[in-house]
Structure formats: structure tokens, C-alpha cells
């Protein structure tokens, strides 16, 4: 939705002038960009504005016509643009206080194949894997420690106040404890290390104590598991190894993808295949090759280009 209203200049100008689709102006405005500019909208309706008595002014206006010199008369059709340079005149207004009204958010993020350790205001430490991005408000953490995160990250937090991440799939919330989030595609995995956390998203709401494991699937609680803590931190933290359990080989391709930045092409009957093991994160040959020999997966990879080519299953 960001992308549309950045590519289409009468975007705002039409919403505000009330010739969007039903379906656009539903989709803007469940939006995050919408529901922000409603608001703004609905602040800027409670301004007060100067009282103007449109007949007064143009009886006046004619009394002052009538007794000039009759001239030649050009008519000047204003039409549609008056009403669009009229919003865009307030489109203008309102992008300003939003964009003067956003947060200025601290943003750690990290490529393929690359991890970061990084010490929050609070001193709790969180370890950022590959291809994951972290955001959070510094003028607001010492109140609200309140983070957004996509893809995975190990937070062991210091006692405070709450403590929350925030993803696309739902939150976590904990007090003084660590755990791993992992959240791509659609998908939300926590792992409770050490204390206790609350994983919520809409209807859903569960606690998690040290092994607990929960994913969520497009916002709908898929399943849980226990799991066995034996460092303390995750493998890829502690052994430079991705672990991958009960997931589909999509998924683990795509952390292949993550990891070592290749592109993958693979099919419909090869990503639905059920897949649990663990692959090296410093090389790509070994990787390739755990994550497919099991099934005897044809592929073939273009180690110049990092392409990697699933054609198909041997003796299929």
C-alpha cells in the first residue's frame, strides 16, 4: 500500500475527495499508512477554522460588480482541479505531520550469511541472524521497551519493565528472560530459553517456560513442541549450525537462501516435502548437500552465479 501512494501523486487527493474503489479504500484504509492518516484526518476536523458566510461575501461581491464598468468576461472552468489542488493542498498538510510525527527509530540490519551482536539502552543483548532487521524508538525505550523485528534474533533481556517484540505474525512479551524469535513468510517461531514469555496474536495467547516452542501460521496457532536446552543459546548462536525441525523443505531452502544468499529455483512437489535436520552455516557445498540427499533431489548449483536449480527427484 506504501508503494501505491508513493507511485500515484492523486492517491491521497482521491481517498480524501471520497473516489476510491470500495476495495481501495478498504485495503488503504486497514492499512498501517491509513489507519495513521485517518487519525490525522480526524485531528485535523476538530481544528477550529474561521467562519466565512459564503452568501454575505458574494452578495457583496455582485453589489461590487454591478457598479463597475462592464467588461469583457472570461470564464475560468477550475472544475476537478480546484477540488484536487484543494486536497492536495491537504494531502500535503497531513504527509508532513506524519512523517514529522514518526518515530526516529534505531534500525540494525543484517545481510546473508552475516550475524550481529548488538547491546540495547537497557543492556540486554540481542544476537541478530542473517537476513533479519531490528527497529526500535531510543527517545522511547527507557519507558517502553518496545522493539519490531523480522527474520530471527536471540534476546537475552535485563529485569525491567515489560519487554516486547513486536512481529508481523504477533508479539512477545517477557519481563527478564531469553529467547529466540524467528519470523518469516508468514511464519512465527518462539523458543523459551530461560524465564518466561507470552507469545499473542489476536485470539490467540499462550506462555512459554524453558523448552517451550509455539508457531504461528498466518496469525492462526499452528503447534507446539519441547525442545532440549543444552547451551543455553541457540545452535546457530553456539555451533554456527542451522537446526530445522519438522518443517517443509520450502522452509528450509529459504533458510539456505538466508544464510548463504544463493538463489534457489525449485518446484511445487519438492517444496511440500517434510524435512528435519541440521546444515553448516560457513559452507554452502556441505549445505546444499544435507538438506537434499536425504530425498535424492537432482540440482544442480552455479557456485559463479550462486544459483541453485532443483529439477526433480531421482527416478521420477
Given at each position: 500500500?506504501?508503494?501505491?501512494?508513493?507511485?500515484?501523486?492523486d492517491f491521497l487527493a482521491r481517498w480524501l475527495s471520497g473516489e476510491l474503489s470500495p476495495e481501495e479504500q478498504r485495503e488503504f484504509e486497514s492499512s498501517e499508512e491509513g489507519i495513521a492518516f485517518s487519525k490525522i484526518v480526524e485531528s485535523t476536523d476538530k481544528l477550529a477554522m474561521p467562519q466565512y458566510?459564503?452568501?454575505t461575501e458574494l452578495a457583496k461581491l455582485k453589489d461590487r460588480r454591478s457598479?463597475?464598468?462592464?467588461t469583457e468576461t472570461k470564464v475560468?472552468?477550475?472544475?476537478?482541479?480546484?477540488?484536487?489542488?484543494?486536497?492536495?493542498v491537504v494531502v500535503i498538510g497531513i504527509s508532513l505531520i506524519y512523517y514529522l510525527t514518526l518515530p526516529n527509530y534505531t534500525v540494525y540490519e543484517t545481510l546473508a550469511g552475516q550475524i550481529e551482536t548488538i547491546t540495547l539502552p537497557d543492556q540486554s543483548i540481542v544476537t541478530l541472524n542473517a537476513n533479519s532487521k531490528l527497529r526500535f524508538d531510543p527517545d522511547?525505550?527507557?519507558?517502553n521497551r518496545h522493539l519490531l523485528l523480522t527474520g530471527e534474533a536471540f534476546f537475552e533481556v535485563t529485569k525491567g519493565i515489560n519487554f516486547e517484540v513486536e512481529t508481523d505474525q504477533g508479539t512477545v512479551k517477557v519481563l527478564g528472560t531469553s529467547f529466540n524469535?524467528?519470523?518469516r513468510n508468514n511464519l512465527l517461531d518462539v523458543v523459551c530459553y530461560t524465564g518466561k514469555v507470552n507469545v499473542s496474536e489476536q485470539e490467540f495467547s499462550?506462555?512459554?517456560?524453558?523448552?517451550?516452542?509455539?508457531?504461528?501460521?498466518?496469525?492462526?496457532?499452528?503447534?507446539?513442541?519441547?525442545?532440549?536446552?543444552?547451551?543455553?543459546?541457540p545452535v546457530w548462536i553456539t555451533s554456527g549450525v542451522t537446526e530445522l525441525?519438522?518443517?517443509?523443505l520450502k522452509e528450509a531452502l529459504n533458510e539456505l537462501s538466508n544464510v548463504f544468499g544463493i538463489d534457489i529455483k525449485s518446484t511445487p512437489e519438492i517444496d511440500i516435502i517434510p524435512f528435519t535436520g541440521n546444515f553448516p552455516n560457513d559452507d554452502v557445498i556441505a549445505a546444499i548437500k544435507l538438506v537434499l540427499r536425504a530425498d535424492n533431489i537432482e540440482y544442480q548449483y552455479d557456485s559463479t552465479n550462486q544459483k541453485l536449480v532443483l529439477s526433480g527427484i531421482k527416478g521420477q
Open positions: 500500500m506504501a508503494d501505491k501512494i508513493n507511485d500515484s501523486e458566510d459564503v452568501e457598479q463597475e464598468a462592464p475560468i472552468r477550475l472544475g476537478g482541479f480546484f477540488k484536487y489542488a484543494a486536497a492536495a522511547e525505550f527507557g519507558e524469535v524467528w519470523n499462550q506462555d512459554l517456560i524453558p523448552g517451550d516452542g509455539v508457531r504461528i501460521d498466518n496469525g492462526s496457532f499452528k503447534r507446539s513442541w519441547k525442545k532440549q536446552l543444552n547451551d543455553g543459546k525441525e519438522n518443517v517443509t
